[in-house]
Antibody, heavy 120, light 107 residues
Protein backbone atom coordinates (compact mmCIF):
# COMPACT_ATOMS: atom_id res chain seq x y z
CA UNK A 1 0.00 0.00 0.00
CA UNK A 2 1.25 3.46 -0.91
CA UNK A 3 1.23 5.60 2.24
CA UNK A 4 2.88 8.22 4.39
CA UNK A 5 2.73 8.02 8.18
CA UNK A 6 3.78 10.97 10.35
CA UNK A 7 4.86 10.77 13.96
CA UNK A 8 6.56 12.85 16.63
CA UNK A 9 3.93 15.46 17.32
CA UNK A 10 2.97 16.51 20.82
CA UNK A 11 2.89 19.30 23.35
CA UNK A 12 5.99 21.49 23.63
CA UNK A 13 6.70 24.74 25.44
CA UNK A 14 7.44 27.97 23.58
CA UNK A 15 11.11 28.07 22.70
CA UNK A 16 11.34 24.30 22.71
CA UNK A 17 12.22 21.79 20.01
CA UNK A 18 10.56 18.84 18.36
CA UNK A 19 11.45 16.42 15.59
CA UNK A 20 8.77 15.09 13.28
CA UNK A 21 9.19 11.96 11.21
CA UNK A 22 7.37 10.65 8.16
CA UNK A 23 7.66 7.01 7.12
CA UNK A 24 7.00 6.26 3.46
CA UNK A 25 5.86 2.92 2.09
CA UNK A 26 4.75 1.40 -1.18
CA UNK A 27 6.72 3.61 -3.58
CA UNK A 28 10.28 4.52 -4.47
CA UNK A 29 10.83 7.20 -1.82
CA UNK A 30 14.19 8.31 -3.20
CA UNK A 31 12.57 9.29 -6.52
CA UNK A 32 10.39 12.09 -5.18
CA UNK A 33 10.59 15.59 -3.77
CA UNK A 34 9.01 15.59 -0.32
CA UNK A 35 7.33 18.40 1.61
CA UNK A 36 5.90 19.36 4.96
CA UNK A 37 2.61 21.27 4.92
CA UNK A 38 0.88 22.50 8.07
CA UNK A 39 -2.59 23.58 9.06
CA UNK A 40 -3.28 25.62 12.18
CA UNK A 41 -6.54 24.78 13.99
CA UNK A 42 -9.48 26.04 11.94
CA UNK A 43 -7.17 27.65 9.37
CA UNK A 44 -5.95 26.98 5.86
CA UNK A 45 -2.98 25.10 4.48
CA UNK A 46 0.56 26.47 4.66
CA UNK A 47 3.54 24.94 2.89
CA UNK A 48 6.50 24.71 5.28
CA UNK A 49 9.46 23.18 3.46
CA UNK A 50 10.52 20.70 0.83
CA UNK A 51 13.57 18.68 -0.12
CA UNK A 52 14.92 17.31 -3.36
CA UNK A 53 15.27 13.59 -4.00
CA UNK A 54 18.91 13.39 -2.91
CA UNK A 55 18.66 16.15 -0.30
CA UNK A 56 20.86 18.61 -2.21
CA UNK A 57 18.18 21.28 -2.51
CA UNK A 58 15.86 22.48 0.23
CA UNK A 59 13.36 25.33 0.34
CA UNK A 60 11.58 26.91 3.30
CA UNK A 61 8.70 29.24 3.98
CA UNK A 62 9.85 32.56 5.39
CA UNK A 63 7.85 31.87 8.56
CA UNK A 64 10.12 28.95 9.51
CA UNK A 65 13.42 29.80 7.82
CA UNK A 66 16.30 29.58 10.29
CA UNK A 67 14.23 27.67 12.86
CA UNK A 68 13.14 24.51 11.02
CA UNK A 69 15.29 22.04 9.10
CA UNK A 70 14.03 19.42 6.66
CA UNK A 71 16.03 16.28 5.99
CA UNK A 72 15.57 12.78 4.64
CA UNK A 73 17.09 9.33 4.90
CA UNK A 74 16.44 7.46 1.67
CA UNK A 75 17.82 4.22 3.10
CA UNK A 76 15.12 4.36 5.78
CA UNK A 77 12.41 5.76 3.48
CA UNK A 78 11.96 8.58 5.97
CA UNK A 79 11.47 12.33 5.98
CA UNK A 80 12.16 14.54 8.97
CA UNK A 81 11.41 18.04 10.23
CA UNK A 82 13.56 19.42 13.02
CA UNK A 83 11.71 22.29 14.66
CA UNK A 84 13.51 24.68 17.00
CA UNK A 85 12.58 27.93 18.77
CA UNK A 86 8.96 26.94 18.57
CA UNK A 87 6.27 29.59 18.90
CA UNK A 88 2.58 29.49 19.65
CA UNK A 89 1.87 30.23 15.98
CA UNK A 90 3.61 26.97 15.00
CA UNK A 91 0.71 25.06 16.57
CA UNK A 92 -0.76 23.02 13.72
CA UNK A 93 -1.32 19.64 12.19
CA UNK A 94 1.81 18.87 10.18
CA UNK A 95 1.35 16.82 7.03
CA UNK A 96 4.03 15.02 5.09
CA UNK A 97 3.35 15.18 1.34
CA UNK A 98 4.86 13.70 -1.79
CA UNK A 99 5.01 15.47 -5.11
CA UNK A 100 3.76 14.14 -8.42
CA UNK A 101 7.06 12.69 -9.56
CA UNK A 102 7.46 15.25 -12.31
CA UNK A 103 9.40 17.71 -10.14
CA UNK A 104 6.34 19.96 -10.24
CA UNK A 105 5.52 20.76 -6.67
CA UNK A 106 1.89 19.91 -6.27
CA UNK A 107 1.02 17.24 -3.75
CA UNK A 108 -0.11 13.88 -4.99
CA UNK A 109 0.07 11.90 -1.74
CA UNK A 110 -0.52 13.04 1.84
CA UNK A 111 -0.08 11.51 5.26
CA UNK A 112 -2.74 11.67 7.96
CA UNK A 113 -0.91 14.41 9.87
CA UNK A 114 0.57 14.82 13.33
CA UNK A 115 -0.50 17.55 15.76
CA UNK A 116 2.05 19.90 17.26
CA UNK A 117 0.87 22.10 20.12
CA UNK A 118 3.11 24.89 21.38
CA UNK A 119 1.87 26.06 24.75
CA UNK A 120 3.24 26.80 28.25
CA UNK B 1 5.77 36.00 -2.48
CA UNK B 2 2.79 35.34 -4.72
CA UNK B 3 -0.56 35.70 -2.98
CA UNK B 4 -3.44 33.40 -3.85
CA UNK B 5 -6.92 34.77 -3.21
CA UNK B 6 -9.95 32.51 -3.30
CA UNK B 7 -13.53 33.65 -3.52
CA UNK B 8 -15.92 33.23 -2.00
CA UNK B 9 -14.51 32.10 1.34
CA UNK B 10 -17.67 30.11 1.95
CA UNK B 11 -21.13 29.59 0.54
CA UNK B 12 -24.16 27.36 0.78
CA UNK B 13 -25.41 25.23 -2.07
CA UNK B 14 -27.81 22.40 -2.73
CA UNK B 15 -27.24 18.96 -4.14
CA UNK B 16 -27.45 19.17 -7.91
CA UNK B 17 -26.24 22.76 -8.10
CA UNK B 18 -23.46 23.89 -10.42
CA UNK B 19 -20.85 25.70 -8.36
CA UNK B 20 -17.80 27.73 -9.28
CA UNK B 21 -14.89 28.73 -7.06
CA UNK B 22 -12.40 31.37 -8.14
CA UNK B 23 -8.68 31.61 -7.38
CA UNK B 24 -6.65 34.68 -8.31
CA UNK B 25 -2.86 34.93 -8.19
CA UNK B 26 -1.13 38.22 -7.44
CA UNK B 27 1.19 37.56 -10.38
CA UNK B 28 1.13 35.12 -13.26
CA UNK B 29 1.73 31.46 -12.51
CA UNK B 30 1.10 30.19 -16.07
CA UNK B 31 -0.81 26.90 -15.63
CA UNK B 32 1.06 25.84 -12.49
CA UNK B 33 -2.04 25.59 -10.33
CA UNK B 34 -3.56 22.70 -8.39
CA UNK B 35 -6.89 22.24 -6.60
CA UNK B 36 -7.46 20.14 -3.48
CA UNK B 37 -10.51 19.01 -1.54
CA UNK B 38 -10.37 18.65 2.23
CA UNK B 39 -12.99 17.17 4.52
CA UNK B 40 -12.99 17.75 8.30
CA UNK B 41 -10.28 15.82 10.10
CA UNK B 42 -8.82 14.46 6.87
CA UNK B 43 -5.79 15.23 4.74
CA UNK B 44 -6.31 17.19 1.52
CA UNK B 45 -6.94 15.27 -1.68
CA UNK B 46 -5.57 16.34 -5.06
CA UNK B 47 -8.36 17.01 -7.57
CA UNK B 48 -6.78 18.93 -10.44
CA UNK B 49 -3.27 19.92 -11.50
CA UNK B 50 -1.88 21.99 -14.36
CA UNK B 51 -4.98 24.15 -13.91
CA UNK B 52 -7.27 21.80 -15.82
CA UNK B 53 -5.97 18.22 -15.68
CA UNK B 54 -8.21 15.94 -13.65
CA UNK B 55 -6.34 13.66 -11.27
CA UNK B 56 -6.99 9.98 -11.95
CA UNK B 57 -10.02 8.71 -10.06
CA UNK B 58 -11.59 12.14 -9.55
CA UNK B 59 -15.18 12.33 -10.85
CA UNK B 60 -15.66 14.14 -14.14
CA UNK B 61 -18.13 16.58 -12.56
CA UNK B 62 -15.02 18.42 -11.35
CA UNK B 63 -13.26 20.67 -13.84
CA UNK B 64 -10.69 23.42 -13.75
CA UNK B 65 -9.83 26.25 -16.08
CA UNK B 66 -7.68 29.33 -16.36
CA UNK B 67 -4.08 30.37 -16.75
CA UNK B 68 -1.91 33.27 -15.74
CA UNK B 69 -3.64 34.89 -12.79
CA UNK B 70 -7.28 33.77 -12.90
CA UNK B 71 -8.51 30.24 -12.31
CA UNK B 72 -11.78 28.50 -11.60
CA UNK B 73 -12.86 25.17 -10.15
CA UNK B 74 -16.32 24.06 -11.24
CA UNK B 75 -18.44 21.26 -9.87
CA UNK B 76 -21.08 20.66 -12.50
CA UNK B 77 -23.58 18.74 -10.36
CA UNK B 78 -22.93 18.97 -6.64
CA UNK B 79 -23.14 15.68 -4.79
CA UNK B 80 -23.48 15.14 -1.05
CA UNK B 81 -19.87 13.96 -0.81
CA UNK B 82 -18.65 17.24 -2.34
CA UNK B 83 -19.45 19.33 0.70
CA UNK B 84 -15.94 20.19 1.84
CA UNK B 85 -13.31 22.91 1.76
CA UNK B 86 -11.42 23.53 -1.47
CA UNK B 87 -7.94 25.01 -1.81
CA UNK B 88 -5.95 26.22 -4.78
CA UNK B 89 -2.13 26.11 -4.78
CA UNK B 90 0.43 27.68 -7.08
CA UNK B 91 3.61 25.76 -7.80
CA UNK B 92 5.16 28.13 -10.32
CA UNK B 93 7.62 29.71 -7.94
CA UNK B 94 8.84 29.41 -4.36
CA UNK B 95 7.43 29.82 -1.82
CA UNK B 96 4.63 27.43 -2.68
CA UNK B 97 1.39 29.11 -1.69
CA UNK B 98 -2.16 27.93 -1.04
CA UNK B 99 -5.27 30.01 -1.31
CA UNK B 100 -7.24 30.67 1.87
CA UNK B 101 -9.85 28.04 1.09
CA UNK B 102 -13.51 27.95 0.08
CA UNK B 103 -15.93 26.05 2.28
CA UNK B 104 -18.93 24.60 0.45
CA UNK B 105 -21.79 24.01 2.89
CA UNK B 106 -25.17 22.40 2.57
CA UNK B 107 -28.05 24.82 2.07
Amino acid sequence: EVKLVESGGGLVQPGGSLRLSCAAAGFSFSSYWMSWVRQAPGKGLEWVANIMQDGREKYYADSVKGRFAISRDNARNSLYLEMNSLRAEDTAVYYCARDSGTDLEYFYLWGQGTLVTVSP
Amino acid sequence: AIQMTQSPSSFSASTGDRVTITCRASQGVRSNLAWYQQKPGKAPKLLIYAASTLQSGVPSRFSGSGSGTDFTLTISYLQSEDFATYYCQQYYIYPLVFGGGTKVEIK
